[in-house]
């Protein structure tokens, strides 16, 4: 054997501890070249013919797009488009790329619901890419979500279901636009509504709304997320403890008026039918609700009867007043306001509750970016309805109230915008997504065709269908999702339960034929979803131990300690680092309740510790600078291997600890 230095790496005299040593350096190396904070404009510049423009400027410069394809190797003249983008189908000049190059990033943030999987899914746009999902109504091991104690007592206390089924994420908004602070979503199964902290990508406070059994249509109030507003969407009596159960007329629903900070339901509104989706204007006044079964059936032939349901426009600051001067009755805690056409609050010229006729079972409302009219589609009829939401403040007669009513087709569902004064529908039916001029439908005399300006085939089924940050006063166009309900034989065949498909659709600034270029299977299943610019979200790349010195310690390879807290109950506590816990073993008695507190002490981020604990059910996946807690009790006495479930280091198969329990007598 000669003694080269290659021949030194495998040399079975070699010190394992210096292998180990000089791996952590290695390691440690890497990930400082990482580490570096990360520069607030990396869009990465594009330099070509003496032209710099970073990825922004092509997203916002609709001219000068074809760059784009030019540069992902599409034929075509480098600076193609102007106007003269004629071409239609995959290769039109006019469409950037869509794929994201390896090591660059997305431009867009999006947030999906992830419907009855519980879970929000954090996807790329407009690669697609799907970069975490975040577990909510759902608990989810990989995240240690539902298995740690904070996260446990958070479901336990907002219920303790084990699933939900979330619709519909909005945003936090400062000023009408997304300030990247915070996410809130529904669930429509159990009547909840969810917080997502939007600097560590993990959910952190939920409410059981009082009094209503599903909360479907869910909104921030603009401009600066005043409330999040929440419809109960199933009629049910108030309260809902066995009296009327054989009276469905006396059945009720309830918007509920949740606040961002601390969760708690200030107050709701009692109305007739029931209450589907609902969106705010731009100013803070005006929630807007579809709704359908006006006729307050509890069959579909009952609740399909009339030929119209009423749109219910809530007039904000109206019921604050009448909250404040104690016009309500208080079940279980909260004030509810009545709002039914017969309340005394409807009567005369300014009712807190308008009740606006549109045709049968409309679906979704959405209030357009400046804020003029509230798009309300038709779902058992062809067209969208747009509410004039000025005219709101003095009157709900359609004749009043209506600015438009364009025949889009068969099924509309959703409604999004450019901001370029186009509208994007989703037709169920038709399986198509309908652009319509938006003033030229106000031009137009209702049930005309004329506004309409293209339509696109999708595949198939659509649901939501969103552009990017559409619901802002300042939408960027660009891209559109449909978020289509059936993918049929889009994909290899996974069996009989399939994925949904999303798709992503080229719209430009409204000036380019829409194009579909890419099909997405969706784990089912999505139903909205929401587009925040990359720079508007600030994730933390660590955790700060600052953000929860209060309620938990950061324990140090020093601090680690067990303490007996009472004849059965012993505290654990220790930190972890590559490659081994801060206890090699610890010892507890038979029948323990154990309470184990784990601090990751690593400064470098992407080294995640998980602790998992074999026959326990106990899994904690702990950042770095985070501290996580998880107790549980220890029945058979025996040998536990504590093991590391994230793959940390070269050493992390060997990093773990070993929990002796006792038997007791
Ligand atoms: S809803 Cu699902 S397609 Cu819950 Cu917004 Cu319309
Ligand atoms: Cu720590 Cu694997």
Redesign the pocket.
Known sequence: MTDTESNDETSSALDPSEVVQRHEQQLDDLLADVDEPTPRDDSPTLELAGLELNRRDFMKAGAATGAMAGLAGCSGNILGGGGDSTTSGSGDSSTPDHKVPPGEHDEYYGFW?G?QSGEIRVVGIPSMRVLMRIPVFNTEASRGYGYDDETAEMLEEAGDYTWGDN??PVLSETDGDYDGEYLWVND?ANGRIARVNLKYFETDAMTDVPNVQSI??CAAQSPDTGYIFGNGEFRVPLPNDGRDVNTPENYTSLFSAVNPQTMETEWQVEVDGNL??VDTDKDGRWAIASSYNDEEGVTVSEMTKDDRDYVKAFDVPAIEEAVEAGDYREINGVPIVDGTRDSSLNQGDSPIVRYIPTPKSP??VEVGPNGKYAFVAGKLSPTVTMLDIEALDSSSDPDDVVAGRPKVGLGP??TTFDGNGHAYT?L?IDSQAAKWDIEAAVEAEAGSEDPIMEKVDVHYN???IQALEAMTTDPDGEWLVS?N?LSKDRFLPVGPIHPDNDQLIHIGQGDTEMEVVADHPAYPEP??CVFAHKDKLDPAATWDKEDYADEKEFITQDDTRIERTGDSSVDVKMSSMRSEFGFKDFTVQEGDEVTLTVTNIEGVRDVIHGVAIPEHDVHLAIAPQDTREATFTVDSPGVYWIYCTYFCSALHLEMRSRMIVEPSD
């Open positions: 619901s419907g619709h519909h429509k479907h249509g589907d989706i679906h979704c569902l959703h989703s169920y659509p649901g939501h978020l309900k139903h909205d």
